[in-house]
């Protein structure tokens, strides 16, 4: 693989993880906290519109190139101002611990 550019990673991404707080009711209150704010490179892979609940919603893929960075995880999402990426997968594409290229869905808040 070849080098990663610095000039190649343009998006300013937050690293976020889960915090879960007990509720009242037995359950837990989902929110996220910032871990880290990294550069990336993200790419559009695909876009597909969906029907569910009677509603047209779209979901869009993307592949975000990051350097590498010990513990990502799929529990994870990244930020980018008001886009949310679900980190639905994470490689290391030549086992070589220099970048990360994970492949993301965008949910809408």
């Known amino acids: 693989m070849a080098k ?3 000039g ?3 998006a300013r991404l937050v690293l976020e993880g889960p915090v879960e707080t007990p509720d009242t009711a037995g359950g837990v209150i989902r929110s996220w906290a910032v871990l880290s704010t990294l ?3 993200v790419t559009t ?8 609940a009677e509603q047209i919603g ?3 893929t993307h592949r ?4 590498f960075l010990a513990g990502l995880t799929t529990k994870q999402r990244l930020r ?3 886009q949310i990426f679900l ?4 490689q290391d594409p030549d086992d070589r611990r220099r970048r990360l290229i994970c492949t993301c869905e965008e949910i809408k808040p």
């Open 4 to 6: 990663l550019p610095v």
């Open 8 to 10: 190649g990673l343009r």
């Open 39 to 41: 550069w990336g490179d």
């Open 45 to 52: 892979l695909n876009a597909q519109q969906r029907l569910e």
């Open 58 to 60: 779209q979901t869009v």
């Open 64 to 67: 975000v190139t990051l350097r």
């Open 80 to 82: 980018r101002g008001a």
């Open 87 to 90: 980190i639905r997968g994470v």
